[in-house]
Structures are given as structure tokens and as C-alpha cells.
């Protein structure tokens, strides 16, 4: 099993929809998670860390549930330029452990 | 600044070929990490140093070598090239471990 999980996907959603993704983990130990969003063919760039309490940055919501070891986002009023891959992260020791990420196609 | 840089962009090798594969950063970060990332497979993680020179074994090492001779720099070598090699490569540096920021990548293919 990987220690973080992803549905691959791909979501098509049209613009203006709300989408959500999940992601589980299977190391209770790990410390700390983030969303990574890559675009096709670039570097992963970090879209935001996620927090037991939930965070928001505008129009993406990030939550963690240990109980149930998993990691959600959220985008609302979808653009097209979310199309992306999005990568759930866990920290564990010393290093970072992604997920295969989960491809989000946003059409007119 | 530029950030994280790689050299090069693109390299075709043919198999048994050996080659170095450079990471440069210019933020003074002591974290830095190399990755390699396939079709299904997502970034895995090959190597990485928290610091001059140090370096550690990640998830699939074998077939790869490092070195961390100055701090801004990350070397990745490969001594005699697989075709089972032909991936993205993919550098990042950390401040810590929890933001890194990514390199553009070098695409390696081996014939």
C-alpha cells in the first residue's frame, strides 16, 4: 500500500463548478500536509499547507482528519486555470512523500 | 534570484553511458533533494542532504550516487545508464523540510 493515496482521476468539472479531492495517508506518524499543484510538464510548486483546524486561501479550502487519516481540498468558482495536477504531500522524517496527485480538467 | 536550477534540460544517453546531472541553488538552503517522477508513479524521492556534505538514501537509490561538496550545489550521477532510468529528474531545496521548491526538471532519456 502507499503511504499517501490519490484518486487520479481526472475530474472534469465545468468553470464555476466546486470540485474536492481526498487523499489518505497510512503513516499516523506523519507530521505535517500539504497540497503541491503541478501544471503539465513544469515543477510541483506548493499551493498550501493543511491544518487540523482547516485553512482557507481564497477560493481553496484544505482539511485534515487524523481519526480518519485523510486530507481534503476543496476549489470553488473553478477557472480554467486550476486545470492541474494537484499532489497530496505528508512529511514524515526528513523528507516529503507525494502521492501520484489527482488531474483536474476545468472547460468552458 | 533564480531559485533552483538544473542542468541540463534534456540528455539522451544510450545505455552504459554515465552522466551528472547539476542542481544549483541560490537561497541559501541547507535542505536539498533529487526525485524522479514516472508515468503512475508520482515523485519518488532518490536522494537528499540536509547539509553540506551529507547525504542520505531515499526511496529508490540504487543505480544513482550524490554529492554535496559546497551547499548551493547537488549533484546527481548516474554511472552507467538503463533504459529503466529514463524519467524526469527533478531537484528541490527546503529552508526546512516542509516547503520545497522545485527545479524545472531534466527529462533523461536511455536508449
Known amino acids: 500500500r502507499k503511504e499517501v493515496e490519490q484518486d487520479p482521476g481526472p475530474f472534469n468539472v465545468p468553470e464555476g463548478a466546486t470540485v474536492a479531492f481526498n487523499c489518505t495517508y497510512s503513516?499516523?506518524?506523519?507530521?505535517?500536509f500539504f497540497w503541491y499543484r503541478q501544471d503539465c510538464r513544469k515543477e510541483p510548486k506548493l499551493l498550501m499547507s493543511v491544518y487540523s483546524s482547516g485553512n482557507e486561501d481564497g477560493r481553496f479550502t484544505a482539511q485534515l482528519n487524523r481519526a480518519s487519516q485523510y486530507i481534503s481540498l476543496l476549489i470553488r468558482d473553478s477557472k480554467l486555470s486550476d486545470s492541474a495536477t494537484y499532489l497530496c504531500v505528508s512529511l514524515g522524517f526528513q523528507k516529503l512523500v507525494f502521492g501520484t496527485g489527482t488531474r483536474l480538467l476545468v472547460s468552458p | 534570484n533564480a531559485g533552483v536550477t538544473q542542468t541540463p534540460k534534456f540528455r539522451v544517453l544510450k545505455t552504459g553511458q554515465s552522466m551528472t546531472l547539476l542542481c544549483a541553488q541560490d537561497m541559501n538552503h541547507e535542505y536539498m533533494y533529487w526525485y524522479r517522477q514516472d508515468p503512475g508513479m508520482g515523485l519518488r524521492l532518490i536522494h537528499y542532504s540536509v547539509g553540506e556534505g551529507t547525504t542520505a538514501k531515499g526511496e529508490v537509490p540504487d543505480g544513482y550516487n550524490v554529492s554535496r561538496l559546497k551547499k548551493q550545489n547537488f549533484l546527481l550521477g548516474l554511472e552507467s545508464a538503463a533504459p529503466s532510468q529514463t524519467s524526469v529528474y527533478f531537484c528541490a531545496s527546503s529552508y526546512l523540510q516542509e516547503t520545497q521548491y522545485f527545479g524545472p526538471g531534466t527529462r533523461l532519456l536511455v536508449l
Open positions: 503513516n499516523s506518524a506523519s507530521q505535517s
